[in-house]
Each structure stands twice: as C-alpha cells, then as structure tokens.
C-alpha cells in the first residue's frame, strides 16, 4: 500500500477555485488508480472523480462534471483535484485513495485500499 497526504483545502467564496493535490509515496504509485472522495457532515463518503494509472481513463461525478478536473504526474507521485466554479455544497472533507490496478466500481469506497487524512474544503456563499 502506499501512503497519500492530501493538501490544498481552505476556505474560499462562491464562484472560486482551490486545487487539491495528492502526494503519495512508494514507488509504483504510477500503477494505482486514484480516486476523490468528499464528505460532508452527517452525509456518506461520495465520489467525486477517478483516474486510472495511464491518466487517460478518468470519471467524474455528474454534480462536478465541467468544474472539476482530476489529473496526475506519476514522475513526482502526485494527483491534482482542480476545483473551479465551487458551490457551498462543495464544502466537504476530500480525501484521496488509492488503489492496484482498476476497477469499474471505482465510485465504491470500498474499492481503495489506501487513505490520506482528509483536507476541509469549505465555500461560503
């Protein structure tokens, strides 16, 4: 498994933008799909976006689908999460997770074995 700290969480207004990133260690995290994952208080874990090791598989959540982009640079270990356009129901705790090869349930929390800590994204209106 490998070991992912998220960063780039703050607080910012309506309308703004925040890009998260992911950074992982280990040295076949280039092999792992990497997801986004939001929880707000008193809601479940939702999915947010999903990318494939190549980069070139992605899926997002219809509620970010054009204001949201996931991207990777498996050189440095790290995954983006940009975040334009935020809505107050964006606010959320985003965690990444990782996981060996892929899956179509890659919207399942339970299909990412690996955790970071979590980074509070709050948008105010």
């Known amino acids: 498994q490998v070991q992912l700290v998220e960063s780039g969480g703050g607080l910012v207004q309506a309308g703004g933008s925040l890009r998260l990133s992911c950074a992982a260690s280990?040295?076949?995290?280039?092999?792992?799909?990497v997801g986004w994952f939001r929880q707000a208080p008193g809601e479940e874990r939702e999915f947010v976006a999903a990318?494939?090791?190549?980069?070139?598989?992605?899926h997002y959540a219809d509620s970010v689908k054009g204001r949201f982009t996931i991207s990777r640079d498996n050189a440095k270990n790290i995954v983006y999460l940009q975040m334009n356009s935020l809505k107050p129901d964006d606010t959320a705790v985003y965690y990444c997770a990782s996981d060996r090869g892929y899956t179509s349930a890659y919207a399942a929390p339970s299909s990412f074995g690996s955790w970071g800590q979590g980074t509070q994204v709050t948008v105010s209106s």
């Open positions: 990318i494939r090791w190549s980069g070139v598989t992605i």
């Open positions: 280990g040295r076949t995290f280039s092999m792992y799909t």
